[in-house]
């Protein structure tokens, strides 16, 4: 499909349904029919986030999210927050380390409207003075709420001691101070800097129509046809760490972890099994393990998360003061007997099946497919369709398995933080932390 305005093209060897389009000014839409549902989700994604900021500015990211939500040209912020409520649809926005997303799910008729909502917001936000320092307060109000919840600092204490000093580290809704300078110039020109079309990419997926979006597009996110500022990202050290910060807490709350690699590096797929063998659900070692048989705590699973040039593995749980030590040995213990290939081919095999099945079954969510193929853009450039995703999972072997676990699970890289009532001398006689 090509026009004198837009480039496009049906990726060979993909989905039929699957379309991108490249625009003059370097937009980049990359959209999925799927004809048997009633919804779309839409989604405007900038690739910018709080590894991009300044240490004085971090936090102006999620900022700026909140604050085109005030009020446009022609809407009020109330008005903005019926528009498509109005219909049954749904209109929000996040940010996180590395990019910004304005999204809507609604009716496929109304897809229209959720672009239009989405343009506006975007290209006349009026960023009053006085709303800024309204929200302020909301943003300040909403750090406090974090720092209520271990269980979600937790994680903001993690990256800073995983990150150390780099930007990746940051926390992506800023620290106190930092929120209380921020100014409409600043909102301004950072906007201005950041949000060009070239680091911009549109998704859309569900029961659409792919020229009809391209033209709503075209015509209503008229942006400069511009080279853009180029996204400059230096990459982040990690190095090993062990940071404590005592609070008043029933429990103790942990998050140890370590540097993996980015989304396009060919170990992602045997990373991602691994993940599901360590703590990735009921069946995992570490819920069997600690919890089921030896009863030391509630919550334990792992996680990994992809940038565009590292990522992480991470393992989280909370136990009370005096189960700290047995309950992060038994965690070593179980990261060891990987590295020593102490793994079966039906333990290998349930992994894949457990992964492919929540791959699958995210699928018939229109948002989550939404997100899929606009991160596959962000982090490699090109759709990655089921059947090859499907593929790669079948293809792991132990070897592979065995072989990511001693890439990753280096003590001399991991990093262990703790919140709670915890000190140094929980770790005493655990040979990863002498």
């Known amino acids: ?71 446009t040209k022609t ?26 997303c304005y999204y809507a799910k609604v009716l496929d008729e109304n897809l229209p409207q959720a672009v239009e909502i989405i343009a506006d917001i975007l290209r006349n936000s009026v960023l009053r003075e006085e709303d800024v320092k309204k ?23 993690f990256a800073l001691s995983l990150w150390s000093n780099h930007s990746l580290g940051y926390p992506v809704m800023g620290k106190a101070k930092s929120v209380r300078g ?41 942006f400069r046809t511009d080279r853009g500022r180029s996204l400059q990202r230096s990459s982040p050290r990690a190095a090993k760490n062990v940071r404590f910060k005592r609070k008043k807490t029933a429990q103790v709350h942990l998050c140890l972890g370590f540097p993996s690699f980015p989304f396009s590096d060919p170990g992602r797929p045997a990373l991602s099994v691994l993940n599901n063998i360590v703590g990735a659900g009921m069946s995992s070692r570490l819920f ?57 081919e039906s333990e290998l095999t349930g992994a894949k099946n457990q992964l492919k099945g929540q791959l699958m079954l995210g699928l018939e969510s229109t948002s989550n497919r939404m997100h899929r193929i606009a991160k596959h853009e962000l982090l490699v450039g090109r759709f990655i369709n089921l059947d090859e995703s499907l593929n790669l999972i079948d293809g792991v072997t132990i070897e592979e398995v065995v072989a990511v676990a001693n890439r990753v699970f280096d003590p001399e890289r991991s990093c262990l933080a703790g919140l709670g009532p915890v000190n140094r001398g929980s770790l005493n006689g655990l040979s990863w932390f002498k």
């Open 1 to 71: 499909m090509t026009n004198k305005r837009a480039k496009g093209m049906s990726l060979r060897g993909h989905s039929e349904s699957f379309k991108k389009t490249i625009l003059p000014n370097g937009l980049r839409i990359v959209a999925e029919k799927i004809p048997h549902v009633r919804s779309v989700s839409f989604g405007v994604w900038v690739d910018v986030g709080s590894r991009d900021e300044k240490l004085e500015k971090n936090g102006i990211s999620h900022f700026a999210e909140h604050m085109v939500f005030k009020g």
């Open 75 to 100: 809407r009020s912020a109330q008005q903005i927050a019926q528009s498509l409520e109005s219909v049954g649809g749904h209109l929000n926005a996040f940010t996180s380390r590395e990019q910004t």
């Open 135 to 157: 929200e302020k307060k909301v943003i300040l109000e909403e750090i406090k709420d974090v720092a209520d919840s271990p269980a979600e600092m937790i994680h903001d204490l």
């Open 182 to 222: 921020f100014s409409r110039t600043d909102l301004v020109s950072f906007m201005r800097h950041n949000y060009s079309p070239r680091r911009i990419v549109v998704a859309a997926s569900g029961n659409l129509e792919h020229q009809r979006l391209i033209q709503d597009i075209e015509t209503l996110f008229p």
């Open 288 to 344: 069997q393990k600690v919890r089921e048989e030896k009863s030391l705590v509630y919550t334990i699973y792992s996680y990994i998360d992809f940038y565009q040039d590292t990522g992480i593995l991470g393992i989280y749980y909370a136990t009370s003061e005096r189960q700290i030590r047995q309950a992060l040995s038994l965690v070593i213990e179980e990261l060891e007997n990987l590295k020593a290939g102490k793994l079966s």
